[in-house]
């Protein structure tokens, strides 16, 4: 199911409507950077929390404002940082492993989207060290999802180390926590 939006723009984006989109956008400019009442998400928010790729790069195109945060407090890029494979991914990445390793390259597709999409929002100009209400940056999202492939990624853009969560921990912190070596490892060099 999902979310349901009380502004146009926004449900076109969470849904991945390109064209309802651009039709909304065409009546009512004002609506490219427009924040939902209840959430306070903005069109291109509601995009990263689905993931959808062609309307976060249309978005940015037409130069939503990615520093736009949320009601708590989140941007563009805590959203794309948080996401995991869904449910139905998983499902379909086990039932389709047997299969010639189908399941397998449907879970390289799905993380190189993921790339793809955290290379768009952070050449966009967010900011990076951008804190939500649990003091939490993307850095420490990627770390607790234990995406060793979005980590270089904001290393690459200079995500800062050192900034502690509400709960006292920096993303290194977090990941010697899990105990995933490969982006504990990632993290020192940066020291």
Sequence with gaps: ????????????????????????????????????????????????????????????????NVQLTNKKKRTCLHYVSKRTFTVLDYLMIAILMPVMLLGYFVMLQKQRKSVELM????????????????????????????????????????AKTDIRNKEGETPLDIATRQKFTKIINMLRKTH
């Design 1 to 64: 199911m999902g979310l349901v939006y009380s502004e146009p723009s926004c449900q076109a984006a969470y849904n991945g409507d390109v064209h309802r989109l651009y039709t909304v956008l065409c009546k009512d400019a004002t609506q490219l950077n427009v924040q939902e009442e209840y959430t306070g998400d903005t069109p291109l928010i509601a995009a990263c929390r689905r993931g959808n790729l062609n309307v976060v790069k249309y978005l940015l195109q037409n130069k939503a």
């Design 119 to 158: 290379n768009a929002v952070l050449n966009s100009g967010v900011d990076i060290s951008a804190v939500d209400y649990k003091g939490n940056t993307a850095l420490h999202y990627v770390c607790q999802k234990k995406s060793s492939r979005l980590v270089p990624l904001l290393l690459q853009f200079n």
